[in-house]
Nanobody, 119 residues
């Protein structure tokens, strides 16, 4: 089992930056890859960013490419989502997710953190 706890959400104006954090516990941090998803009311959860390998390869949704950066700190068992140039359409609940290396589906989810971007 992996427990994920997100933090760092809040209310900001368009153009501002936020950094979300997700602390993982319960298993070796090196045994999982992490990702971020988001969801707005009435819509399905959508992919935002993910690690492809623990060596730093990453992948982003087109809507956030060039503005968001996912990174990890192995010493802190933490993955981050740096969000720059925020837009009102980035408003959502952001979820951290984990997948065991070599597995095909996201297995573990955090409780989510609200990000609201005002225009």
């Amino acid at each position: 089992q992996v427990q994920l706890v997100e933090s760092g959400g809040g209310l900001v104006q368009a153009g501002a930056s936020l950094r979300l954090s997700c602390v993982a516990s319960g298993r070796s941090f090196n045994s999982v890859l992490l990702g971020w998803f988001r969801q707005t009311p009435g819509k399905e959860r959508e992919f935002v960013a993910r690690e492809i390998r623990r060596t730093g390869s990453t992948f982003y949704a087109d809507s956030v490419k060039g503005r968001f950066t996912i990174s990890r700190d192995n010493a802190k068992n933490t993955v981050y989502l740096q969000m720059n140039s925020l837009k009102p359409e980035d408003t959502a609940v952001y979820y951290c997710a984990a997948i065991t290396v070599g597995h095909g589906a996201w297995e573990y989810w955090g409780q989510g953190t609200q990000v609201t971007v005002s225009s």
